[in-house]
């Protein structure tokens, strides 16, 4: 099975992923939005494990084609408060 992720995160995000499914979780939607996180970790040069507050700021802003009520992100990936 190829990578489907490839920033500093793929291997954990895959890990994730197969740990879910073990546990007899679907887990598609959650990991294309986590494939996602990967690309935007990958277009940022992000080389570090760790979210910074302006990977966060990238993570929640809109897209050009998102609306507001249209948030899939911040429940998956989401800052402890």
């Known amino acids: ?19 879910k499914k073990s546990l007899g979780f679907k887990y598609v939607t959650e990991g294309v939005v986590l494939g996602l ?9 992000e080389s570090a494990i760790g979210v910074t507050k302006e990977l966060w700021e990238a993570w929640i802003s809109l897209n050009p084609n998102e609306s507001s009520s ?7 990936i989401s800052l402890p408060k």
């Open 1 to 19: 099975m190829p990578n489907l992720y490839n920033s500093v995160y793929a291997e954990y995000i895959s890990q994730f992923i197969a740990m």
């Open 37 to 45: 996180f990967d690309r935007l970790c990958c277009q940022r040069n």
């Open 70 to 76: 249209y948030r899939y992100r911040s429940p998956i």
